[in-house]
């Protein structure tokens, strides 16, 4: 982790989001739940604290390509979403 998670004041389960999408670029439920053991709804509450400490995050919307339920994918930055 850099400097910036250190100076904001964040849990411990939000740094290790922060960290996650700087190393890989972004982060799903699945994921999270998979690599964390949190669920979606833990996920959202911690996107929301790191976007309260004054970082941006961005949502995209997806279509699973095999199940075809949508999902969210969340990003430090736009161009890492894709």
């Known amino acids: 982790m850099n400097g910036l998670t250190t100076a904001i004041n964040l849990s411990p389960l939000a740094r290790a989001l922060f960290a996650h999408m700087e190393r890989a670029g972004s982060i799903s439920a699945r994921e999270a739940m998979a690599d964390y ?6 996920l959202t509450r911690r996107i929301c604290d790191i976007e309260a400490a004054g970082i941006a995050i961005f949502r995209e919307r997806r279509k699973h390509p095999i199940t075809g339920r949508l999902y969210t994918r969340y ?6 979403a894709a």
Do not use: D, H
Not at 37 to 42: D, F, H, N, R, Y
Not at 75 to 80: D, I, R, V
């Open 75 to 80: 990003s430090l930055t736009q161009a890492e």
């Open 37 to 42: 053991g949190i669920t979606s709804a833990t």
